[in-house]
């Protein structure tokens, strides 16, 4: 008697057991790839889907029917635009306009991402605020920085623009190009967590995304990567003691997005920041615990082409974890936004974690300004 009850209590659990490995099964497959997670992401075709994941930069103040077929066709999520693009700050919304009245899918309706770099100093692309280099917003203080930050914020959605691509959060060290250009709050990461961060929540009390840049740290750099390939010979505890530690601060305060650099950095890599996972998901979301959208530097200089084609370059930042790709010329874009098709096509990109990030850069499109107030 007390066998039968036996055979049968552990018939019962067998029976169990099978269910929990065929869930654990069902759940290890929906992670594996086999489609997106619930969410907008998953309305998007796959052509869309690569297109969130791309910033495309254009020539001249005209939209030009290159971009405007992109945007139409939701193949970009964003544009980046330089002085050339806004010699004026009336010509300046007038393309930003435009940009923004392009029909898009209904899926996509929400604004487009409009980014410049508007640091101060030598790094700005409108006039007006801010009206001091990061040099000098870190000597005079937070609460400078954080009045320069409401007033650069006012700036900019003046003209349209809703993400702003700073603030420099690089600890400045002598020799550094970023010392040397009066890019940098301070020499000391403290300094740079006590003056950046207010900054960035100014930019962001108004309604701007702050930007901060360029992680892990390029704060030893000799030469901009839009000139050549720079290497930061730090060792892993230097870069997070030093170099890391203001943008725990920054996501500790809200930051919405952060730049990850094109350097090499040889304690992690030996191929740019944004190509290497162990920096893009390992160090930023792994070890930092950031939640927010991560945008490459700009991948078609020679930072970036000695690794390889736009095409190649892509699809390495997408596998590592980059949620936004920076090219400031359409044809380097729409050479990207291909590869990852066909990276999404052929499972060469898993499709999971690929719309885990369209699902960040769609919420982040969502919570932005579509028109200056």
Same mark, same amino acid.
């Given at each position: 008697m007390m066998a039968g009850v036996r055979r049968r209590r552990w018939g019962a659990l067998g029976v169990l057991a099978c269910l929990a490995v065929a869930v654990l099964a069902l759940v290890a497959s929906l992670g594996d790839g086999?489609? /997106?997670?619930?969410?907008?992401?998953?309305? %998007?075709s796959l052509g869309q889907l690569a297109g969130e994941r791309i910033v495309a930069g254009l020539g001249g103040s005209d939209v030009g029917p290159g971009l405007r077929? +992109?945007?139409?066709?939701?193949?970009v999520a964003g544009v980046v635009l330089f002085a050339e693009n806004l010699p004026s700050r009336a010509a300046g919304r007038r393309l930003i306009s435009q940009l923004q009245s392009i029909p898009r899918p209904p899926q996509l309706r929400g604004p487009l991402l409009v980014m410049v770099d508007q640091e101060g100093g030598e790094v700005k692309r409108l006039s007006g605020a801010p009206g001091a280099s990061a040099r000098t917003m870190g000597a005079r203080g937070a609460a400078f920085s954080a009045r320069e930050g409401r007033r650069t914020a006012a700036n900019l959605r003046d003209a349209g623009v809703n993400v702003d691509l700073a603030p420099v959060l690089d600890v400045a060290r002598p020799g550094g190009v970023i010392a040397a250009t009066e890019r940098s709050f301070g020499s000391t990461a403290a300094r740079v967590i006590a003056t950046a961060v207010p900054f960035a929540q100014g930019l962001q009390a108004g309604g701007i995304a702050a930007t901060a840049?360029? =992680? &892990?740290? *390029?704060? +030893?750099?000799?030469?901009?990567? #839009? *000139?050549?390939?720079? $290497?930061?010979? @730090?060792?892993?505890?230097? @870069?997070?003691?030093? #170099?890391?530690? &203001?943008?725990?601060? *920054?996501?500790?305060?809200?930051?919405? @997005? !952060?730049?990850?650099?094109? +350097?090499v950095y040889p304690a992690f890599s030996q191929e740019p920041a944004a190509l290497t996972g162990s920096i893009a998901s390992g160090e930023l979301?792994?070890?930092?615990? =950031?939640?927010? !959208?991560?945008?490459? #530097?700009? @991948?078609e200089?020679?930072? !970036?082409?000695? =690794?390889?084609? &736009?095409?190649e370059?892509? !699809?390495?930042?997408?596998?590592?974890?980059? #949620?936004? %790709?920076?090219?400031?010329? %359409?044809?380097?874009?729409?050479? +990207?936004h291909r590869a990852l098709l066909?990276?999404? $096509?052929?499972?060469?990109?898993?499709?999971? /974690? =690929?719309?885990?990030a369209a699902e960040r850069v769609l919420a982040l499109r969502r919570g932005l300004l579509r028109n200056p107030s």
């Open positions: 086999e489609g /997106p997670p619930p969410g907008p992401a998953s309305k %998007l077929r +992109a945007i139409h066709r939701g193949e840049k360029h =992680f &892990p740290g *390029f704060g +030893a750099a000799s030469e901009n990567t #839009d *000139f050549s390939v720079e $290497r930061i010979d @730090l060792a892993k505890s230097e @870069l997070r003691a030093v #170099d890391e530690r &203001p943008y725990s601060s *920054f996501i500790g305060a809200g930051g919405r @997005l !952060v730049m990850i650099s094109t +350097a979301r792994g070890r930092l615990g =950031f939640e927010g !959208v991560t945008i490459s #530097d700009a @991948l200089t020679p930072a !970036v082409e000695h =690794f390889g084609s &736009p095409a370059v892509a !699809v390495a930042g997408a596998a590592a974890g980059t #949620d936004l %790709l920076l090219y400031t010329r %359409l044809g380097p874009a729409m050479q +990207a066909a990276g999404l $096509r052929t499972g060469r990109l898993r499709r999971a /974690p =690929f719309a885990e």
